[in-house]
């Protein structure tokens, strides 16, 4: 099971932390990472970590303003956002991938529920 937690109502150029809390699972065994979803449109890639090589991936969109980290001891995945935009609004998704490399949507294994950001003008 995933958790996701963070989420909320921020102001352009703000920051906010997502957390997700895994039970049943291993963070560090699985690749972990975040989509979101805007309404209307399809559920998109944001950020990942590779559990083999513990790389890091990002959307072009959030590169240099996104951070995503892994806590084992805690089994928790954050992400960190930084210079948030208004087009940052959605609602973001945890995810839990057992293969290596980046996630993707197709190969994700275990979602958590959404957390809603929205970011203001």
């Known amino acids: 099971q995933l958790q996701a937690s963070g989420g909320g109502l921020v102001q352009a150029g703000g920051s906010l932390r997502l957390s997700c809390a895994a039970s049943?699972?291993?963070?560090?065994?699985?690749?972990m990472g975040w989509f979101r979803q805007a309404p209307g449109k399809e559920r998109d890639f944001v950020a990942s970590v590779s559990w083999r090589s513990g790389s890091t991936y990002y959307a072009d969109s959030v590169t240099g303003r996104f951070t995503i980290s892994r806590d084992n001891t805690k089994n928790t995945v954050y992400l960190q956002m930084n210079n948030l935009k208004p087009e940052d609004t959605a609602v973001y998704y945890c995810?839990?991938?057992?293969?290596?490399?980046?996630?993707?949507?197709?190969?994700?294994?275990?979602w958590g529920q959404g957390t809603q950001v929205t970011v203001s003008s």
């Open positions: 049943g699972l291993t963070v560090r065994s699985y690749t």
């Open positions: 995810a839990a991938q057992a293969a290596s490399g980046i996630a993707t949507s197709v190969r994700v294994d275990f």
